[in-house]
């Protein structure tokens, strides 16, 4: 003997959020924190890759401590 399923009512047609655009909307959110703390250290990580390349980078060993 064969059920028939109940049809429930999709997330869309309720009005709610479902959870899949909750989490690409938070998704997004911290995409955009991530990439504005990048933008905002770029500079003082240059300055940190010019100071270890003047150190001598790799090839320094462990002449610096």
């Keep these: 003997m064969k059920l ?13 959020m479902s959870g899949q655009r909750v989490l ?3 998704a997004a959110l911290a995409g955009g924190v991530a ?3 990048l933008c905002w250290e770029f500079p003082s990580l240059r300055r940190e890759m010019r100071i270890w390349r003047m150190a001598g ?9």
Aim: glycine share 14%.
């Design 35 to 37: 990439l504005a703390l």
């Design 24 to 26: 690409k909307a938070e």
């Design 57 to 65: 980078g790799f090839r320094a060993g462990r002449r610096y401590p």
């Design 4 to 16: 028939q399923r109940v049809r429930r009512p999709v997330a869309r047609r309720r009005g709610g």
